[in-house]
Nanobody
Framework: QVQLVESGGGLAQAGDSLRLSCAAT????????MGWFRQAPGKEREFVAAISAHGGSTYYADSVRGRFTISRDNAKNTVYLQMNSLNPEDTAVYYCAARTTSISNFVYRAQNSYVYWGQGTQVTVSS
């Protein structure tokens, strides 16, 4: 079992950058594929970005591709989401998710692929 704790959310203005972090407990972090999802007010939770267990493969939602970067540091049991050129449409609660995998270079985009979820961190972007 793994526990996930997100941090780094907050208030930003359009055009600003924020970096979210997700710290995971456990000694086998490198066997977990990771993902970021977000839920805006009144909307369903949606996929943002995902990274494979070893970090060699990533995938992004069209809405964030080119602006957001997902990365991980397996030595620190942490996955990051660097968010640049933020706009008000990025306002949401951002969730980190994890699942074990035996396929080290595979990324998972579906929410129901993930087993473990963090509590979320709020990102608010003003115009």
């Amino acid at each position: 079992q793994v526990q996930l704790v997100e941090s780094g959310g907050g208030l930003a203005q359009a055009g600003d950058s924020l970096r979210l972090s997700c710290a995971a407990t456990g000694r086998t972090f490198s066997s977990y594929a990771m993902g970021w999802f977000r839920q805006a007010p009144g909307k369903e939770r949606e996929f943002v970005a995902a990274i494979s267990a070893h970090g060699g493969s990533t995938y992004y939602a069209d809405s964030v591709r080119g602006r957001f970067t997902i990365s991980r540091d397996n030595a620190k049991n942490t996955v990051y989401l660097q968010m640049n050129s933020l706009n008000p449409e990025d306002t949401a609660v951002y969730y980190c998710a994890a699942r074990t995998t035996s396929i080290s270079n595979f990324v998972y985009r579906a929410q129901n692929s993930y087993v473990y979820w963090g509590q979320g961190t709020q990102v608010t972007v003003s115009s």
